[in-house]
T-cell receptor, first 112, second 112 residues
């Protein structure tokens, strides 16, 4: 079983839709969570970083963490064609090896 | 502001040939540096990380090696490439004692 599971998609939505992207994880030591956006053939770009359960909002993006369920989400409001990319969740534990563990990424397509 | 560079952007090499990929970071001192590989449609696999000059930790045993000859320079090498070494190689940096990592543009390596 992978430490981090992420639906690979592709997820296709019309412009203006609310998008929900999700990851589940098995390691309860993960305490810090990040979302990256990766355009085709480019390096990942950090979108959101959070370390506590609950919601964190930044513009059209909201990151949600539920540590009791080992489940994190990224919501995108008013999605735009420019949001079309692969979204990677990443997490790190607060003990031992301080290296990010990534999900495999969800490919999002926003149709104009 | 900080900038991370990687070169070359694209590389096609025959099996058995040597490899040298370079990564440099500008605008920060004593960064943590990372090498990842991303296979097609898959997440990022951490290969090496470094917390200082000459300090390299290897995550996955393989025919690759890494070196950090200067504070902001990180090099990924191989003496003899395998077909399985093909992939997208990403360098990343983070500030000391922090978790958020920032990625370079990547090098796409094809081994034929």
């Amino acid at each position: 079983q992978k430490e981090v599971e992420q639906d690979p998609g592709p997820l296709s939505v019309p412009e203006g839709a609310i998008v929900s992207l999700n990851c589940t994880y098995s390691n309860s030591a993960f305490q810090y969570f990040m979302w990256y956006r990766q355009y085709s053939r480019k390096g990942p770009e950090l979108l959101m970083y959070t370390y506590s359960s609950g919601n964190k909002e930044d513009g059209r993006f909201t990151a949600q963490v539920d540590k009791s369920s080992k489940y994190i989400s990224l919501f995108i409001r008013d999605s735009q064609p420019s949001d079309s990319a692969t979204y990677l969740c990443a997490m790190i534990s607060d003990t031992g090896r301080r290296a990010l563990t990534f999900g495999s990424g969800t490919r999002l397509q926003v149709q104009p | 502001s900080q900038t991370i560079h990687q070169w070359p952007a694209t590389l096609v090499q025959p099996v058995g040939s040597p490899l040298s990929l370079e990564c440099t970071v500008e605008g920060t001192s004593n960064p943590n540096l990372y090498w990842y590989r991303q296979a097609a449609g898959r997440g990022l696999q951490l290969l090496f990380y470094s917390v200082g000059i000459g300090q390299i930790s290897s995550e996955v045993p393989q025919n690759l090696s890494a070196s950090r000859p200067q504070d902001r320079q990180f090099i990924l090498s191989s003496k003899k490439l395998l077909l399985s070494d093909s992939g997208f190689y990403l360098c990343a940096w983070s500030r000391p004692h922090t978790d958020t990592q920032y990625f370079g543009p990547g090098t796409r390596l094809t081994v034929l």
